[in-house]
């Protein structure tokens, strides 16, 4: 394992430096940009539900490094993915922890996105973050809200992602679903590391990892 991590290389600067200039959703933990951590995913995604418990984890393991939302709505698959996403711009207004509240809302009830009831279920997920659902169902229909998932969407495309939950370490994609958590933390310790970011903003919070010594 360790020797096939040594032969990662740098990330690819184009990669890294579009990330940082242009990723710039609800995030969580540090504002520095030396290690960033990008998810792009759909709401309406099971995998994307199924990746939040991942998330939530790194969220923790990784305080000091920056864990940013990107939303990248599947519409062709998932009808109600863009609304979602659309709301979420809106309530990202209010903070980033209003925004995940609203997230982890919309996953728990996931299943009700449908065309009878997906309205009232992203209206109940707004409420849960300390929102006014109708003052933020009038925010999503704006041109302004569309336009945000819009540049959201185009950055995923810029960067080639076709997939949801996709995560970007620093620019470099991983499809986090198939991926055990234990490697996916070595993974971005290497990888950070390769990209000479500092020891300090690499290991895991209470690891007592030395880098240096691997």
Sequence with gaps: MQMALRRLEPSRLPNRAILQAKANGPAHNSASKDLMLVE??????PHCKDAQATMD???KDFPKARIV???FPLTDIHPFAFQAAAYGACIAKKS???FFTYVQAVYDT??????????QTLKNAATKAGADPTAIAFCAASE????????????????????????????R????????????????????????VSPAAISPAGSGVDLKSR
Excluded: H, W
Aim: charged content about 20%; some cysteine; overall charge negative.
């Design 173 to 196: 994609m991983v499809a986090i679903s198939s991926i055990p958590y234990e490697t996916l933390k070595t993974l971005i310790q290497f990888q950070a590391e390769l990209d000479g």
């Design 69 to 71: 939302f990107e939303s």
């Design 110 to 119: 996931q299943g009700a996105l449908t065309t009878e009831a997906a309205e």
């Design 96 to 98: 980033s922890d209003a």
């Design 57 to 59: 984890r790194l969220v």
């Design 144 to 171: 302004a809200a569309k336009n945000e998932v819009n540049e959201s969407m185009s950055l995923a495309s810029e960067l080639g992602v076709d997939q949801t939950p996709l995560l970007s370490i620093n620019g």
């Design 40 to 45: 792009f995913a759909d709401l309406q995604c």
